[in-house]
């Protein structure tokens, strides 16, 4: 899930192109490059293992401007993290003349690189990287070796690859920077005013540039030209004229997403939770969202498939509850890795429900495609608008969360939970605004008592953060948060973590309890005999107990080692999202005391656009 970025136009595309870099590492931050053309054409290549900032360092000095720059921030699929497998890649110019030195950028995934290596290797080609990437170069430069054009030499490599991928290619002796995709996202914009005309694997990118965004669709080459009318042409395969594509203004404004007073992105967002709750339930009851619930309400799915990855999987084990519980339809939770490859039983009388905030998840968009082959309606629970989720879907529910920048999704989770809840009221035609809006006043007001009171976290994250391993456990509708409640230990702290139902831990996990590990258990009314009882069993073989459940609670208090007490009051199945704050913040003052880094934490992105 790399970030890709080009432009072309009268403006310095060095600065255009590192600025869209900069918003788009989110997507990975292993490396980043750009490769430009200097005053003859010649391109120039500058790349280097880290963040954007290491390059914009690296290539400040040369004081160069170009009106035709790519560039790449990388989130390795194949090759170690090192300036060499960093794009972008630059044919080497004694292979082919020098004016048709090609350089590419990449995202996405070669999957049959080895086999298409060897026959770029018993052509007498080397390679420079460990990439797949670096494939679609060596298949491009014996293209242009044999003379045809570089469309063809673009089209007829294309052909050649299997897997998710998006391209942005720019040669010597062209004026032209093509562009093709296959099930990665890519978008196009023109500034006609200016001149300008860019591509990306994300319309953010784009924004304060570009004011039309066209999406095209699969196997649609795209040229980018100054030369062209209206900047851009799209053709097909075939080389014909093609009109497979999207046209729209460009929305997205260019949130000045800054951490304010707070030291990292993930705190702010935290923080930001209250505040949009209440939008929510605003946005929902009396604003633009009002009457897309009301189109909801005569949807009486068989079935509900939820679908989704990582933190959107376990909002949607929370929304599970709230759908057969509120509107007693069935629902099953399915991981999107998993969905797809098991032949799964579908009918036309059901409903595939995505979970994403990015609206960019390779899998939960091939699950998607996949309901909507079998004649399914699906909806998204979605974060960012015009997404290609956002786009496929025959119903989207935005959260309304705001960017999310830190890598640890926080605020989405919350917001996709509530979401869930609005659509499952709307559903069950239980919507009443008034309700909604004291709940999720209830829930924001509580909430904000606990980030207004963290030093009793604080306290404890600084207590156990060194010890061997965490073992997260909930009941019934506190369950998710278990799940939900180690992944962010594990992404932001770099420990070991694990969710479990609190009745599983005796069918084997009690094994791993000693006084080095730490059970971090979820309390609430619900199953509370039973749910003390495990806690008791982990007390006996001496592990460490944190609990976070009901104020002033006797057991909690005789039994815990370290205690956060939150009053859980009239909060009912929003208990969970209350809970989910406390591991939050118990995960993020961990990891402050580890020294992680905790808004790009190691070997992730932010959104995975890969298999
Ligand atoms: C959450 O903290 C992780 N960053 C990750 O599990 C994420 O939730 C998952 O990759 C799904 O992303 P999406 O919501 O954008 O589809």
């Known amino acids: 899930m790399c970030g ?36 003859l054409g010649e391109l120039d290549l500058h790349k280097k293992m880290g963040k954007v900032d290491n390059l914009k360092e690296a290539i400040a000095p040369l004081e160069v401007e170009s009106h035709t720059c790519i560039g790449h921030t990388r989130w390795a699929t194949h090759g170690e993290v090192n300036d060499l497998n960093a794009h972008p890649h630059l044919s080497d110019t004694i292979t082919i003349d020098d004016d048709r030195s090609i350089s590419i950028v990449h995202n996405g995934i070669i999957e049959n690189h080895n086999e298409l290596r060897l026959e770029i290797k018993a052509a007498g080609l080397k390679f420079t990287s460990d990439t797949d990437s670096e494939v679609f170069l060596g298949l491009m430069v014996i293209e242009l070796l044999a003379n045809v054009s570089l469309h063809d030499a673009v089209i007829n490599s294309f052909k050649k690859i299997r897997g998710n991928s998006a391209f942005v290619i720019i040669m010597k002796g062209s ?3 093509l562009s093709i995709k296959r099930g990665a996202p890519l978008v196009c914009g023109v500034n006609i005013g200016s001149g300008e005309a860019l591509v990306s694997s994300d319309p953010y990118a784009l924004v304060g540039t570009a004011d039309d965004i066209i999406f095209p669709e699969d196997d649609v080459l795209c040229s980018l030209s100054v030369e062209h009318e209206g900047l851009i042409k799209f053709y097909e395969m075939d080389k014909s004229e093609s009109k497979r594509y999207k046209l729209k203004k460009q929305e997205m404004s260019l949130e000045i997403s800054d951490k304010g007073d707070y030291e990292h992105f993930m705190l702010k967002e935290i923080y930001e939770q209250p505040h949009l709750i209440r939008a929510l339930s605003q946005y929902y009851t009396l604003g633009p969202g009002k009457e897309l619930l009301a189109s909801i309400i005569n949807e009486s799915p068989k079935r509900i498939h939820i679908i989704a990855c990582g933190t959107a999987w376990h909002a949607g084990l929370v ?3 709230f759908i057969e519980k509120i509107a007693r ?30 609206g960019e998840t390779a899998d939960t968009l091939a699950a998607q495609a996949l309901c909507k082959e079998n004649g399914l309606k699906t909806f998204a629970i979605v974060n960012v608008e015009g997404s290609t989720l956002y786009r496929e879907c025959d119903y989207n529910l935005l959260i309304k969360a705001g960017m999310e920048i830190g890598v640890a999704s926080t605020k989405a989770f919350t917001q996709q939970a509530l979401t869930g809840f609005l659509m499952t009221s709307a559903m069950s035609d239980t919507l009443n605004a008034d309700n909604i809006a004291q709940k999720f006043s209830l829930l924001a007001d509580r909430i904000q008592d606990l980030l207004d009171n963290v030093t009793n976290i604080k306290e404890i994250a600084e207590a156990i953060y060194l010890h061997k391993g965490f073992i997260f456990t909930g009941r019934g509708r506190e369950y998710p948060i278990a799940f939900e409640g180690a992944l962010k230990l594990k992404e932001i702290a770099y420990v070991h973590a694990e969710g479990y139902a609190s009745g599983e831990l005796k069918h084997g996990p009690i094994a791993l309890i000693d006084d080095l590990m730490v059970n ?13 009882s495990n806690i008791e069993e982990v007390k006996a073989r001496r592990g460490v107990i944190v609990t976070i459940g009901p104020e002033n609670d006797k057991n909690a208090i005789s039994l815990s080692d370290y205690y956060i007490p939150l009053c859980l009051e009239g909060l009912e199945e929003l208990t969970p999202l209350y809970m989910n704050v406390a591991t939050q913040l118990l995960a993020y003052y961990m990891a402050k005391f580890k020294g992680t880094d905790i808004d790009k934490p190691r070997n992730l992105a932010k959104s995975v656009t890969v298999e």
């Open 319 to 321: 929304i599970k509850n």
């Open 175 to 177: 004026r032209e920077m």
């Open 4 to 39: 890709i970025v080009g432009h072309i136009g009268p403006n310095n595309s060095i600065a255009v192109v590192l600025e869209g870099l900069k918003r788009l590492e989110y997507r990975g931050y292993d490396s980043a490059g750009v490769c430009f053309k200097k005053e």
């Open 329 to 358: 339809i069935s629902c099953v939770v399915e991981l999107a890795s998993e969905f797809r490859y098991r032949d799964p039983i579908l009918f036309t009388d059901e409903v595939g429900l995505f979970i994403s905030q990015s």
């Open 520 to 532: 971090i258990a979820l309390i609430s009314d619900e199953l509370y005999e039973k749910t003390f």
